[in-house]
């Protein structure tokens, strides 16, 4: 699927997964160094999450490639079941049934690709292919950094707006909790994310 802007997306097969997961873990680590993530990337960590979420049998990827063919996007989802437990363990705890979810993980894109409309297409890829595996719910979890947070940019804008407009609304007093080191960081540290869902 192309798009005017010259990127084009595809959703990728179980084995095109596995052969992308070396470009997939290049772009989580350059995209999440900035803000609000600041993820201090470790390859060895990227393997190992990339690896138990391509075991998924729901695990999809949607790829936005550039006119040369290069990957410079990626977003993933699998069922929330079989994600990680700090994502499912709070849907649990307040009585729901992490079965019922399909979970929309990463989106990553290079940041000269970006407001040309790939985070809309990301969305509606894998909401297409929640709804083919069954799913009438998905859901995302969003990072949630303190106002007065040192690295915070001074232009710092949230994309609640674009969720919104996508028919995404946070679930009031669901917060998941992961961990991670932030980069000039000596030792990982548990955030807060905030989970954002929708019916399809």
């Known amino acids: 699927m192309a798009s005017k802007t010259g990127l084009s ?28 993530y600041l993820y201090d990337g470790d390859a060895a960590y990227e393997a190992q999450y990339l690896k138990h979420f391509a075991a998924s049998p729901g695990a999809v990827v949607v790829a936005a490639r550039d006119v040369n063919g290069a990957m410079v996007g990626a977003a993933t989802g ?21 079965d019922d979810f399909f979970y929309l993980a990463e989106s990553v894109l290079l940041p000269e690709y970006r407001g040309q409309g790939a985070g ?5 890829m ?5 709804r083919a595996q069954g799913f009438e719910h998905t ?11 040192p690295a915070k940019p001074l232009n710092d804008h949230t994309l609640h707006a674009f969720w919104e407009r996508l028919g995404y609304e946070p679930y009031s007093g669901l917060l998941a909790e992961f ?5 000039g960081a ?5 955030k807060p994310l905030q989970v954002w869902g929708r019916q399809l």
Do not use: K
Request: cysteine-free; aromatic content about 12%.
């Open 179 to 183: 961990s991670w080191r932030d980069i």
């Open 139 to 149: 859901v995302f979890a969003s990072v949630v950094r303190p106002d007065d947070h």
């Open 126 to 130: 894998r909401e297409a292919a929640a």
């Open 186 to 190: 000596a030792a990982e540290s548990l």
């Open 9 to 36: 997306f595809s959703l990728l097969t179980t084995d095109q997964v596995e052969q992308a997961l070396d470009d997939l873990a290049r772009l989580r680590i350059e995209v999440f160094a900035d803000w609000p």
């Open 120 to 124: 809309r297409q990301f969305f509606q």
């Open 78 to 98: 699998a069922p929330l079941s079989d994600h990680a437990d700090e994502f499912a363990a709070p849907f649990a705890r307040i009585g729901l049934d992490p």
